[in-house]
């Protein structure tokens, strides 16, 4: 099976942006998570989106938002960036129904706010 | 917060020694999962220990976890220069909004050949 694959890989934005990620989980899995990953937060818990909802949502803004389509794939939108947004974004599928079970990462999207 | 914490930040130790890193968190937890980071990549699962379990083996890998002193320790023995990367340990808790999984800090490990 091929693995969680996000797209960009790099992104490079100006402040004020706005920006989209996409996440494809694998094949089947109907969970997808996304996390923050920077130097002084450690990894962040943004969201999780089951079967096209948004089933938890950690504790950000809402200029961070998501969304699920119906084939699992998920998109997140980061609006009016600003310089404390540039981190890794990390996309994680899972086979199971719940964050307990074992999350399949992809390899990220670096977003640097400039 | 309910974030896990790992011990030490930073590890170095020769190739063919073990390494072990430990993990506390504050809340009850249904399992907890240890994962590794290579540089800035994504993460890899390592193992999951459900709560009712006390030892997990995977490989060279050797998971502990005490739920009365809410804590989890990792052994990777026999390590490989390939084995260094940032490892951490993360947690999910059940609260009224919904569940999260909740990462550490994370134990960055240098193996040196």
């Known amino acids: 099976k091929a693995g969680v694959t996000q797209t960009p890989r790099y992104l490079i934005k100006t402040r004020g942006q706005q920006v989209t990620l996409s996440c494809s989980p694998i094949?089947?899995?109907?969970?997808v998570s996304w996390y923050q990953q920077t130097p002084g937060q450690g990894l962040q818990f943004l969201f999780e989106y089951f079967s096209e909802t948004q089933r938890n949502k950690g504790n950000f803004p809402g200029r961070f938002s998501g969304r699920q389509f119906s084939n699992s794939r998920s998109e997140m939108n980061v609006s009016t960036l600003e310089l404390g947004d540039s981190a890794l974004y990390l996309c994680?599928?899972?086979?199971?129904?719940?964050?307990?079970?074992?999350?399949?990462f992809g390899p990220g999207t670096r977003l640097t706010v400039t | 917060s309910q974030q896990g914490e790992e011990d030490p930040q930073a590890l170095s130790i020769q190739e063919g020694e073990n390494a072990t890193m430990n993990c506390s968190y504050k809340?009850?937890?249904?399992?907890l999962q240890w994962y590794r980071q290579n540089s800035g990549r994504g993460l890899v699962h390592l193992i999951l220990?459900?709560?009712?379990?006390r030892e997990k083996h995977s490989g060279r890998l050797r998971v502990t976890l005490d739920t009365s002193k809410k804590s989890s320790s990792l052994l990777i023995t026999a390590s490989r220069a390939a084995d260094t990367a940032s490892y951490f340990c993360a947690t999910d808790w059940i609260k009224a909004a919904g569940n999260k999984l909740t990462f550490g800090g994370g134990t960055r490990v240098l193996v040196k050949p």
């Open positions: 220990i459900r709560s009712n379990e």
């Open positions: 809340t009850s937890i249904n399992n």
């Open positions: 094949s089947g899995h109907r969970s």
């Open positions: 994680a599928s899972s086979g199971g129904s719940t964050l307990s079970d074992e999350q399949y």
